[in-house]
């Protein structure tokens, strides 16, 4: 009982110190499929998902941003799953996808990205998160899981005038697994090497970058969950604990994104460095 306690305590001193990140209007979003308060099964937000099983239309952003994730469809909604004493959103790798209206980025380039992911399958290229539409966009970011055919992570960074850095985890993330996945953006770095790092359990994942550096700001798309666009490709294979998207103009610390792993964490339930 007591332990019960100091978990629920500890858990509401997180998120209130992550969403204690946005006060100062920082763009982003929180989504939290452990509160099932913040999901429903229509586009509306009219009937709320109350069990295992049911199908998830809507999602509510806890940023205070408003960017709540929707699914094009009924056919797109990924399934709300509570098993193994976790809650997440299961999304079947061949139509599950939300999407978020146009979220402005054009003032920043630096961005932090934490979330709780089960990867199911390495057989092809697949995305988790994606600002824009990739190779179409201008500045569009892609954070794939996996990135190619094989057993990695990755993020790409768009800029259709200098081409594409990139950064690709080594190969030692062989689906079936568990991870908390975490990228640190700095778009305003001359080089491929500072403008990228990924974090995988709050380790440091170094690899080789490629590609030019891209140098600017981001831009003014939807954010695409689990899918490229509304849901035409890509679609991820796995479980989604929660994220959290923080786009701060000077942006966060390893310290604050250390404490939204620690958040994430509490529904993922992984071993953190």
Known sequence: MKAALFVTLFGRTLIRQVQAMFIAGEQGFIYDPSDISTLFQDAAGTTPVTASGQSVRLMLDKSGRGNHATAPSDAARPVYTEAG????????????????????????????????LRKLSDASARIVLEHGV???????????????????????LRDASA??????????????????????????????????HLYVNDALSEDTATGPG????????????????????????????????????????????????????????????
């Open 85 to 116: 004493g976790l809650k997440y959103l299961a999304c079947n790798g061949t139509s599950s996808a939300m999407a978020t209206a146009s979220v402005d980025l054009t003032g920043t380039a630096k961005c932090t990205f934490v979330s709780g």
């Open 134 to 156: 990739g190779g179409v966009d201008a500045v569009a970011t892609t954070i794939n899981a996996p990135r190619t055919v094989g057993a990695d992570y990755g993020i790409d």
């Open 163 to 196: 081409g594409t850095s990139r950064r690709i985890t080594p190969v030692f993330y062989s689906a079936p697994i568990t991870n908390i996945f975490s990228v640190a953006c700095d778009r305003s770095q001359a080089t491929p090497a500072d403008e990228l």
């Open 214 to 273: 891209v140098v600017g700001n981001f831009g003014n798309y939807p954010m695409n969950l689990f899918a490229r666009g509304s849901g035409a490709s890509l679609w991820f294979n796995g479980n989604f604990y929660g994220a959290v998207f923080n786009a701060r103009a000077t942006g966060i610390s390893a310290a604050e994104r250390r404490i939204m792993e620690r958040w994430v964490n509490l529904n993922t339930q992984v071993t953190l460095a």
